[in-house]
């Protein structure tokens, strides 16, 4: 398992919930600082609470959509605050689910927001030397299998995230003769709180292991984050048992 220590700082977003909370917790396990992002105060600070080294957790609460423009502005706040930055996981995201006879512009652009254009924009913050720690800075971005196999109902879904894997290698490929390195991780079925049981009853056949869990995906997260991955960049990880 790869170690982290106090001086790596990561940006956590979605660290309110399910595989976001779970990455911020994993990572602040393995030595790491984190700052964890997400509009829900209350839930940031559960999130803070449940850690082993709570003193080396910090929680913003913000809705990454309100000002995308803005949210490099928003990492030299944080850097100013915190200090440069060793990387970031990216975690936020909706699941928007309709078909394409009732899709309307407002469900596609929210989609295209909060699972495209802020992780973007939070990386341009991110890439700018001035925030980060230089050679070794890494980011990695939450994709989703739908990227590659969508589902009925998923244009806007399947759409943002296949978006986020096509210009995550084009940002890889700039940023690579500095040392900072940027991955996209495309799980399929993550059991979290929020997984219904019966979505989970009607899928779980396509699943030889069962559902992922959110740990499987910290587990990745952490590896690319790490010094054992800096010979990866601009890569898609399916992370899946042969559910298709
Ligand atoms: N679970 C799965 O099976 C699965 C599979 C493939 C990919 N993924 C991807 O993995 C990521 C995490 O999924 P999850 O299941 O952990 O979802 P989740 O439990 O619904 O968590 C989503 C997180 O995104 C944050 N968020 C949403 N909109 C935001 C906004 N406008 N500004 C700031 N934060 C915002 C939420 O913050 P608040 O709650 O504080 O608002 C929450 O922390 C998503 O990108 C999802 O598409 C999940």
């Not at 925030?131 to 800075?137: D, L, M, R």
């Not at 990227?147 to 978006?163: F, N, P, Q, T």
Request: include cysteine; hydrophobic fraction near 40%; charged fraction near 20%.
């Amino acid at each position: 398992m790869p170690t982290f220590t106090t001086e790596q700082k990561f940006i956590i977003t979605g660290a309110s919930s399910g595989i976001g909370k779970e990455i911020a917790l994993f990572l602040n396990r393995s030595g790491a600082t984190v700052v964890g992002i997400g509009r829900d105060t209350e839930r940031l600070n559960e999130m803070k609470s449940n850690a082993v080294y709570p003193e080396n957790v910090f929680v913003e609460t913000k809705d990454l959509t309100a000002n995308i423009a803005t949210l490099p502005v928003y990492i030299k706040q944080l850097k100013e605050k915190y200090g440069k930055f060793s990387g970031m996981a990216y975690c936020a995201g909706i699941v928007p689910i309709q078909p394409l006879a009732i899709t309307d512009l407002d469900t596609v652009q929210d989609a295209l927001n909060i699972n495209y254009l802020a992780p973007v924009f939070l990386a341009k913050g991110l890439a700018d030397k001035r925030n980060n720690v230089g050679a070794g800075t890494s980011m990695v971005f939450l994709s989703s299998a739908a990227a590659r196999i969508s589902d009925k109902g998923h244009l806007a879904y399947a759409g943002s995230k296949a978006a986020l894997c096509a210009a995550v290698k084009s940002m890889a490929k700039e940023y690579a003769k500095n040392k900072i390195r940027m991955n996209c991780i495309l799980p399929s079925n993550i059991r979290t709180s929020k997984s219904p049981q019966e979505y989970i009853d009607s899928q779980i056949q396509q699943y030889p292991m069962g559902f992922g869990e959110p740990q499987d995906v910290a587990e990745l997260v952490a590896f690319l984050l790490s010094k054992e991955a800096s010979w990866i960049t601009g890569q898609n990880y399916v992370l899946d048992c042969c559910s298709f």
